[in-house]
C-alpha cells in the first residue's frame, strides 16, 4: 500500500499541474506561436519571420474572450506603429531626432486609435521597423506576418477552447471561507481565559492579512468571469458569473466585519489586562456562536461553488441548519451580555459593537437576503445589456416572439 501511495502521488500532482492557468498559458502560447512561425515562413519573405509567432505568443491569452479583447488591441498597435515607421523612412532616415518624433507620433496615435494598455507596443513596433534597411519591404512583410501571428493565435483559441476557470475560482472562495474561519476558532478558543494584548494584536493582523488577500481571490474570480463570456460550452455563464460575483461580495464583507470583530476584542484586551475577556460561561457561549458563524461560512462558499443541484440542495440544507444553530446561539449570548453589563456597565459599548458585528455577518449569509441580491444582479446586468446592444435585445425578443405591446403589459 504504502508503495501504491507513493505511485499515485506524482500522478495526482501532474493532474493538477493540467488546471493552473500558469501551465495552460504556457502550453497554448508555446503551441500557437510555433504554429504561427511555420505558416510565416510560408508567406513572407524574410529568412526569419519572428514577428509572427512574437504576434501569437502575446495574442493568445488564457480565455478567449482575453484573446478577442486584447488580440484585437494588441494587432491594431502593431499595424499603426509598421504604418508610422513606413511614413517616416519615406522622408527621413533613423537619427536621434526622428526616432524621437517617431516615439512621440506612436504614442499620440496610439491613444487616438485606442489600444489601451498597447499604447507602447505602437513606438517599439516602429522602432523596429524604423531600424531595419530596406525598411519598405521589411514593414509589409512585417504586417504580414503580424496578420499571419493574430490569426493563428485567435484560431487557435477557437479551435482548442480554453478550459473554463470556474473550479479555480470556487477553490479560491471556499479557501478564503476556510481561513475565515481557522481564525474564527482560533478567537473563539481564547475568550475563556487571559488574553494578552499581543495575542489579540496578532489576531487582528491576521484579520488584515486576510482582508488583503481578497485581491488575489477577486483575479480568479475575474479569470473565471472571463472564461464564461463567447465560451459555447457554457449554457448559464451571466447566472454563473452573478453567482460567484455576489458570493465574493458577501465573503469580502465577512472577512472586514471579521477584521472589525477582532479589532473589538482587541480594545476589550487592553481594558482587562488582568483578567479573563469574559467569564466562563460568556465565553463559552461566544465560543459556540463563532464556531456556527464559521461553519456558516464554509457551507455559504460550498454552496455558492456548487454546480449540480443535489449537491446544492444539500449544502442549501446544511447552510440552514447552521444558520439556525448560530441563530439561536446569539440570543443566548445576547442575553448573558445583557447581565454582564448589568454587573459591569463599564463595556456596553464593546459588547454591542460584538454583537452588531456578529448580526452583520449572518444577515449577509442569509439566503433570503443571497436571493434577493441574485435578482437584483441579474436585472441590473440585463438592463445595461439591453440599454448597450438594444438591437441584439430586439431580435432576442423576436426569437422569443415577444412583442413590444406584450412586454410593456407584462
Same mark, same amino acid.
Given at each position: 500500500?504504502?508503495?501504491?501511495?507513493?505511485?499515485?502521488?506524482?500522478?495526482?500532482?501532474?493532474?493538477?499541474?493540467?488546471?493552473?492557468?500558469?501551465?495552460?498559458?504556457?502550453?497554448?502560447?508555446?503551441?500557437?506561436?510555433?504554429?504561427?512561425?511555420?505558416?510565416? &515562413?510560408?508567406?513572407?519573405?524574410?529568412?526569419?519571420?519572428?514577428?509572427?509567432?512574437?504576434?501569437?505568443?502575446?495574442?493568445?491569452?488564457?480565455?478567449?474572450?482575453?484573446?478577442?479583447?486584447?488580440?484585437?488591441?494588441?494587432?491594431?498597435?502593431?499595424?499603426?506603429?509598421?504604418?508610422?515607421?513606413?511614413?517616416?523612412?519615406?522622408?527621413?532616415?533613423?537619427?536621434?531626432?526622428? &526616432?524621437?518624433?517617431? /516615439? &512621440?507620433?506612436?504614442?499620440?496615435?496610439?491613444?487616438?486609435?485606442?489600444?489601451?494598455?498597447?499604447?507602447? +507596443? $505602437?513606438?517599439?513596433?516602429?522602432?523596429?521597423?524604423?531600424?531595419?534597411?530596406?525598411?519598405?519591404?521589411?514593414?509589409?512583410?512585417?504586417?504580414?506576418?503580424?496578420? %499571419?501571428?493574430?490569426?493563428?493565435?485567435? !484560431?487557435?483559441?477557437?479551435?482548442?477552447?480554453?478550459?473554463?476557470?470556474? #473550479?479555480?475560482?470556487?477553490?479560491?472562495?471556499?479557501?478564503?471561507?476556510?481561513?475565515?474561519?481557522?481564525?474564527?476558532?482560533? /478567537?473563539?478558543?481564547?475568550?475563556?481565559?487571559?488574553?494578552?494584548?499581543?495575542?489579540?494584536?496578532?489576531?487582528?493582523?491576521?484579520?488584515?492579512?486576510?482582508?488583503?488577500? /481578497?485581491?488575489?481571490?477577486?483575479?480568479?474570480?475575474?479569470?473565471? +468571469?472571463?472564461?464564461?463570456?463567447?465560451?459555447?460550452?457554457? =449554457?448559464?455563464?451571466?447566472?454563473?458569473?452573478?453567482?460567484?460575483?455576489?458570493?465574493?461580495?458577501? &465573503?469580502? %464583507?465577512?472577512?472586514? $466585519?471579521?477584521?472589525?470583530?477582532?479589532?473589538?476584542?482587541?480594545?476589550?484586551?487592553?481594558?482587562?489586562? =488582568?483578567?479573563?475577556?469574559?467569564?466562563?460561561?460568556?465565553?463559552?457561549?461566544?465560543?459556540?456562536?463563532?464556531?456556527? $458563524?464559521?461553519?456558516?461560512?464554509?457551507?455559504?462558499?460550498?454552496?455558492?461553488?456548487?454546480?449540480?443541484?443535489?449537491?446544492?440542495?444539500?449544502?442549501?440544507?446544511?447552510?440552514?441548519?447552521?444558520?439556525?444553530?448560530?441563530?439561536?446561539?446569539?440570543?443566548?449570548?445576547?442575553?448573558?451580555?445583557?447581565?454582564?453589563?448589568?454587573?459591569?456597565?463599564?463595556?456596553?459599548?464593546?459588547? #454591542?459593537?460584538?454583537?452588531?458585528?456578529?448580526?452583520?455577518? !449572518?444577515?449577509?449569509?442569509?439566503?433570503?437576503?443571497?436571493?434577493?441580491?441574485?435578482?437584483?444582479? !441579474?436585472?441590473?446586468?440585463?438592463?445595461?445589456?439591453?440599454?448597450?446592444?438594444?438591437?441584439?435585445?430586439? !431580435?432576442?425578443?423576436?426569437?422569443?416572439?415577444?412583442?413590444?405591446?406584450?412586454?410593456?403589459?407584462?
Amino acid at each position: 500500500m504504502p508503495e501504491v501511495r507513493e505511485v499515485a502521488r506524482p500522478w495526482t500532482e501532474v493532474r493538477k499541474w493540467h488546471r493552473e492557468p500558469v501551465v495552460v498559458q504556457t502550453l497554448r502560447s508555446t503551441a500557437a506561436a510555433t504554429i504561427a512561425y511555420v505558416v510565416a &515562413l510560408r508567406f513572407s519573405s524574410e529568412a526569419a519571420p519572428l514577428t509572427a509567432p512574437l504576434t501569437a505568443l502575446l495574442v493568445v491569452q488564457v480565455t478567449l474572450y482575453a484573446t478577442l479583447t486584447t488580440g484585437i488591441r494588441r494587432v491594431n498597435s502593431v499595424v499603426v506603429g509598421v504604418l508610422i515607421a513606413i511614413g517616416f523612412s519615406a522622408l527621413v532616415g533613423l537619427t536621434w531626432w526622428s &526616432l524621437a518624433l517617431v /516615439i &512621440l507620433a506612436s504614442l499620440v496615435v496610439g491613444h487616438f486609435v485606442r489600444v489601451d494598455e498597447f499604447v507602447p +507596443e $505602437v513606438a517599439i513596433s516602429a522602432m523596429l521597423v524604423l531600424g531595419v534597411t530596406q525598411v519598405t519591404d521589411t514593414a509589409w512583410d512585417r504586417v504580414v506576418e503580424t496578420l %499571419i501571428g493574430a490569426f493563428v493565435g485567435l !484560431l487557435f483559441n477557437f479551435v482548442f477552447a480554453a478550459p473554463v476557470w470556474v #473550479g479555480t475560482a470556487g477553490e479560491s472562495l471556499e479557501d478564503l471561507a476556510r481561513r475565515n474561519r481557522q481564525l474564527m476558532l482560533r /478567537i473563539g478558543e481564547e475568550l475563556t481565559s487571559h488574553t494578552p494584548v499581543a495575542d489579540a494584536v496578532a489576531r487582528l493582523h491576521e484579520a488584515r492579512r486576510l482582508d488583503h488577500d /481578497i485581491a488575489e481571490v477577486d483575479a480568479a474570480l475575474r479569470q473565471a +468571469e472571463d472564461s464564461l463570456r463567447l465560451n459555447p460550452r457554457v =449554457k448559464e455563464g451571466l447566472l454563473n458569473r452573478i453567482m460567484l460575483r455576489t458570493g465574493l461580495d458577501t &465573503l469580502e %464583507i465577512c472577512t472586514v $466585519v471579521l477584521r472589525v470583530l477582532a479589532r473589538t476584542l482587541t480594545d476589550l484586551a487592553k481594558e482587562r489586562e =488582568k483578567e479573563p475577556l469574559f467569564p466562563r460561561d460568556v465565553g463559552r457561549a461566544l465560543e459556540e456562536l463563532l464556531c456556527n $458563524v464559521a461553519d456558516a461560512m464554509v457551507s455559504f462558499a460550498v454552496l455558492v461553488t456548487t454546480q449540480v443541484s443535489a449537491n446544492a440542495e444539500a449544502a442549501e440544507e446544511r447552510l440552514a441548519g447552521e444558520l439556525a444553530a448560530a441563530a439561536a446561539s446569539r440570543d443566548r449570548v445576547a442575553q448573558l451580555l445583557l447581565a454582564e453589563v448589568q454587573r459591569h456597565p463599564r463595556q456596553w459599548q464593546l459588547y #454591542g459593537a460584538l454583537l452588531t458585528e456578529i448580526d452583520r455577518i !449572518l444577515a449577509e449569509l442569509d439566503m433570503e437576503h443571497r436571493s434577493q441580491r441574485l435578482m437584483e444582479e !441579474l436585472d441590473r446586468v440585463s438592463r445595461e445589456q439591453r440599454e448597450r446592444y438594444p438591437r441584439l435585445a430586439g !431580435l432576442q425578443r423576436r426569437l422569443r416572439g415577444e412583442s413590444p405591446r406584450r412586454r410593456s403589459r407584462g
